[in-house]
C-alpha cells in the first residue's frame, strides 16, 4: 500500500457488506405534514376535503395519500387512493436508489407513508376481492421489513 492508501496493484478493495441493502425514504416537507395534520383535525366530510387539498397541493406526499385511502369512503375510492400512493412509493423508492429488492423499514417515519400506502392496498384489495393482490401485498410488507407487523399501521388484516 502507498501511503495515500491506494492498493499498488490498481485494484479497488472489496467492500464487504451483510444483508440486504436498505433504502430510507427522504422525509416529507415540514409544511406538507403540518398540513395533514391540520387537515386530519378537521370535522366529519371536511377533514377528507382537507387532505385532498393536501394532495392536490403535494402529489407526491405519500403520507397524504395514505391518509387519503384512510378516509375512503368505500373499498373501491380506498383501493384506488392507497394504488396511487403505492406507485408513487416505488417511484420515490427508485429516486432514493432501491433497486427493486432490500429493506424498506418501518422503523424509519419516511418510510411509514409509503408501507402505509402497501398496507392499506393488501387490505382494500381483499375487500374487493382481489385476493391474489392481497396476499402479494402482504409478502411485500415482510420482504420489505422482516419485523413487519400488520397491527403497526391500524389498518384491518
Known sequence: M???GADPSGLSPVRLTTGLPETVLPEESGAVMAGLRSA???PGERRRHAVSDVVRS???SLAAWAALGSLARDDVEAYAYYRVGYHRGLDALRASGWKGSGLVRWAHESNRGFLRCVDGLRSAAGAIGE???EERCAQFLRQLDPAWRPDWTGIPT
Open 58 to 60: 403535494s402529489p407526491r
Open 131 to 133: 385476493h391474489a393482490e
Open 2 to 4: 502507498t501511503s495515500t
Open 40 to 42: 386530519m383535525e378537521q
